[in-house]
């Protein structure tokens, strides 16, 4: 990582040379969502100066331009994430995509006695739709739970995973813990058991390279504003035959081949899935964004990351009373804690009048924080657009802090 200049990269980031309170801006809260390079935001702002029209509609030179720059970007999404263009569904984010599986895939094959397995980990995202498919199909949930350190309890899970289970339903990177789980091994164990699997690559994609065809997962998702991208986009990857063996979510134009009152016929995937008009400046940034991730290279932002991880963890070990929920090795660039004797929602408050950006609550992630006996955590997230300094700043601050709720 050496060859790369951390300090260029930063400066494509404008947003990150703003002050908050008077204070240089410290932000740490990418995990929630990531900055903006200019590179995206240019493309946005191009597309609707001298582009703009809507897709797949018109013969019109604007439309062809429209049409062509989406799709451009979802190649782009393929070259990124090592997989077919054809089988990339563009949505509006993960949360999206997840109800797509959920209603599409789950729905119609679910029964009384099914199960379906999720982690103690999983954002309320890879919770909800599950429960409410339940509930219209009988079928229960089942959870794996952590050990200690916040890995995976990976005993629990291959005993969980008896015939009954028909999806695991597993985050790639937990959001408040940082843990990364052993997706491809326990993909493959999934499948020789005939088990159903979804990998929610949120956390993930921004932070290392995801080769989604090595993971051998049946359906991944992820979210296009965490990976330095507009909110609004996202995506659902799936099998050709998977996808085709699925009946439409949504439906509305874009979707159809033909329609008639006495029957539809819907277009092939992906579009079968991306009813009306979707959110196409979006994703001609999100196309930017990732060709952008890519021209840095993952490999050299997910050791820059750890490096600054690295940098934090040693910095907060001799933190007084400071406590930091999850530690398991190679985690992300998380830092989910808590200072005995305060409030998160206090130090979090309090640090943003110096400046530094964190989150504090339960980060959608309820059955997790309960499991952890605690009611909020605050949680500093990284990228490779922060630097050391970020991170002495933050922890000075932090100090400065706990002196003040002392
Ligand atoms: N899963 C995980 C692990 C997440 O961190 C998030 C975002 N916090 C989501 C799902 C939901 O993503 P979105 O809100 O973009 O749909």
Redo the contacts with the bound molecule.
């Keep these: 990582i050496n060859n790369i200049n951390w300090s260029q990269v930063r400066a494509d980031f404008p947003l990150l040379t703003r002050e908050v309170h008077g204070k240089p801006l410290v932000y740490l809260d990418s995990?929630?969502t990531s900055q903006k390079p200019v590179a995206v935001i240019d493309v946005v702002d191009d597309f609707y100066r001298r582009h703009n029209a809507n897709v797949s509609r018109a013969v019109h030179q604007l439309g062809a331009e429209a049409t062509e720059q989406y799709e451009a970007s979802r190649k782009s999404l393929s070259r990124f994430l090592n997989v077919r263009a054809d089988e990339l569904v563009l949505t509006?984010?993960?949360?999206?995509?997840?109800n797509l599986v959920a209603y599409s895939w789950a729905l119609p094959r679910l029964q009384v006695g099914d199960v379906i397995l999720l982690s103690r980990m999983?954002?309320?995202?890879?919770i909800v739709p599950w429960q409410l498919i339940a509930e219209r199909t009988g079928a229960t949930i089942r959870v794996a739970e952590l050990l200690p350190d916040g890995s995976l309890d990976m005993d629990g899970l291959w005993a969980a995973m008896t015939p009954e289970v028909k999806l695991l339903g597993l985050?790639h990177?937990?959001?408040v813990l940082g843990t990364v789980n052993p997706v491809r091994e326990i993909c493959k164990e999934a499948r020789k058991r005939g088990i159903t699997t979804l990998i929610?690559g949120?956390?993930a994609a921004p932070h290392m390279q995801v080769d989604i065809a090595s993971i051998g997962c049946d359906f991944y998702?992820a979210?296009?504003?965490?990976l330095c991208g507009p909110?609004g986009t996202?995506l659902l990857w799936a099998r050709r035959e998977l996808l085709q063996s699925m009946p439409p979510f949504i439906g509305g134009g874009e979707m159809i081949k033909e329609v008639r009152f006495d029957g539809t016929v819907f277009n092939n995937p992906p579009h079968k899935f991306e009813a009306g008009t979707p959110n196409i400046a979006g994703f001609v940034g999100l196309g930017a964004a990732v060709n952008y991730l890519s021209d840095i290279g993952m490999d050299h932002i997910h050791a820059r990351e750890a490096e600054l991880l690295a940098h934090a963890t040693e910095s907060l070990s001799s933190f007084d009373g400071l406590r930091i929920y999850g530690t398991a090795p190679g985690k992300a660039a998380i830092i989910s804690f808590l200072i005995d004797g305060t409030h998160a929602h206090d130090v979090a408050t309090l640090l943003d009048l110096e400046g530094v950006a964190v989150r504090s609550g339960q980060?959608?992630a309820h059955p997790l924080l309960q499991s952890l006996g605690v009611g909020a955590t605050c949680r500093a997230s990284l990228a490779f657009y922060n630097t050391h300094e970020d991170v002495d700043a933050f922890v000075l601050a932090l100090h400065k802090v706990r002196k003040l709720l002392a």
Excluded at 92 to 98: E, R, Y
Aim: net charge negative; with cysteine.
């Design positions: 995990a929630n509006s984010g993960t949360t999206f995509a997840i999983e954002h309320h995202a890879n985050t990177v937990s959001n929610d949120s956390q998702v979210t296009g504003h965490k909110t996202g980060h959608c």
